[in-house]
């Protein structure tokens, strides 16, 4: 009689094996723009990379060649390194699932100093529209005051509701952080009443989000892109990124405001202090314990004040 044998499981090729690790982080809770940026890499290093060979025939030395052949293409050395980051985290992954035991050398990211905007460009943007403006300039121009007085990420912003601000205690909750922790910011005094002026024209049910399209609903990643560069160049800045917003609290609560790193670690939601270095060129400063005097969105405006009396 013929001995019956299970087959043997088909190799998988490398981009089957990333899916599954996009699978597994996905449902660990990783970050949905942790999860894009993955395949946003991905996409991109398959113009370096055979992503399309059996998994375990990949190696080391295809790993490299990859990198050099990025090199010779004239990407940026922190490019680079990010995809390589991305590959060390996946090729963890692998290891802890018996995949592979293939471990990637580390790229380090060159430090660089983030742009930020100008004190000019932000008495621009900071200047209230007049009375009469349409709905999406006004919520522009409190989103703009917003990021400079919480520092936090577009993907954050996009998913504050209207429960997630307590003015009795000056603060708003972080639910969507990158990191999935949630987190408490404190509003300074300027803050809060411009959210209490916005909120009263915004309306809505307590779960509704903050930041709401015309209709009320969810501001789209690329809807709230598209008003901020409007309302920037409206402004006559040309410059429209809603990331450089971050850089420049982060920067403006160092140097201007008397913030130390370690409370800035905690305002940016960085799960290390190394995080928060190579974010930023770290200053040592003591730091108060009112909040007014810190926010860069207070601090700016108080200076302005000044100025033209």
């Excluded at 742009?115 to 300039?137: A, M, N, S, V």
């Excluded at 002026?197 to 969810?218: A, N, S």
């Amino acid at each position: 009689m013929q001995k019956i044998t299970m087959p043997m499981e088909v190799s998988k090729n490398f981009l089957e094996v990333f899916e599954m690790f996009i699978t597994s982080q996905t449902a660990k809770g990783v970050a949905d723009i942790t999860i894009r940026n993955y395949r946003y890499n991905m996409k991109n290093m398959k113009n370096y990379f055979d992503a399309e060979r059996p998994f375990d025939a990949v190696t080391k030395r295809d790993i490299e060649a990859m990198v050099v052949a990025m090199r010779k293409a004239g990407l940026a050395h922190n490019t680079i390194a990010t995809y390589n980051r991305m590959l060390k985290t996946f090729y963890n992954w692998c290891g802890s699932e018996n995949l592979s035991t293939l471990t990637i050398a580390t790229i380090k990211e060159k430090e660089t100093v983030k742009e930020t905007y100008t004190d000019e460009e932000l008495r621009r943007l900071l200047q209230r529209p007049e009375k009469g403006c349409d709905f999406g300039e006004f919520r522009s121009w409190v989103v703009v005051n917003f990021l400079l007085n919480c520092g936090c990420r577009a993907a954050t912003v996009r998913n504050i509701q209207n429960r997630d601000v307590d003015f009795d205690a000056s603060q708003v909750v972080f639910r969507h952080n990158k990191n999935g922790k949630i987190q408490v910011i404190p509003l300074c005094s300027l803050m809060a009443n411009i959210l209490r002026e916005y909120m009263k024209i915004r309306g809505g049910k307590p779960e509704d989000y903050l930041f709401c399209d015309v209709y009320g609903g969810m501001l789209t990643e690329d809807a709230l892109r598209h008003a901020i560069t409007r309302y920037n160049k409206s402004r006559g800045v040309n410059s429209t990124s809603i990331h450089k917003f971050r850089h420049t609290f982060a920067r403006k609560y160092l140097l201007d405001c008397g913030g130390n790193a370690f409370t800035l670690q905690k305002l940016m939601g960085h799960s290390t202090l190394n995080m928060t270095k190579h974010y930023c060129r770290v200053f040592d400063s003591d730091v108060g314990k009112d909040y007014d005097l810190h926010s860069p969105l207070a601090q700016f405006q108080k200076t302005k004040a000044r100025i033209r009396r």
